[in-house]
């Protein structure tokens, strides 16, 4: 059974950083692209920023670009997300995915399909 679980959420202040990170087990790790995914109160979850099997290929939406930075480390089955500059629109729970090889896109976050809990990050002006 596939199954991440995020962990780093927190609350901060306007202009501070924070890294989430998410562990991954019951798949080919290095196989699979990943992504980060939130959702703030009362809207849509949407795609944030993901990441191919080799991590030399990346998407990040425009809400986050030059902001957030995404990573993994396939020897420690574990992706990563530096948010640096958070903003209090940046407020929501996020959320670790991933999805079958053939199927997730990278670009536009697409085909995700395996969740995590979520971890909550809250940034306060």
Do not use: H
Not at 41 to 61: F, L
Not at 99 to 120: E, K, M, N
């Amino acid at each position: 059974q596939v199954r991440v679980e995020e962990a780093g959420g927190g609350s901060v202040q306007a202009g501070e950083s924070l890294t989430l990170s998410c562990t991954a087990s019951g798949l080919t790790f290095d196989a699979n692209a990943m992504g980060w995914f939130r959702q703030p109160p009362g809207k849509e979850r949407e795609g944030v920023a993901c990441i191919n099997w080799s991590g030399d290929t990346t998407y990040y939406s425009d809400s986050v670009k030059g902001r957030f930075t995404i990573s993994r480390d396939n020897a420690k089955n574990t992706l990563y997300l530096q948010m640096d500059s958070l903003r209090p629109e940046d407020t929501a729970t996020y959320y670790c995915a991933t999805g079958p090889p053939i199927i997730a896109d990278v670009q536009g976050c697409l085909g995700f399909s395996v969740w995590g809990q979520g971890t909550q990050v809250t940034v306060s002006s």
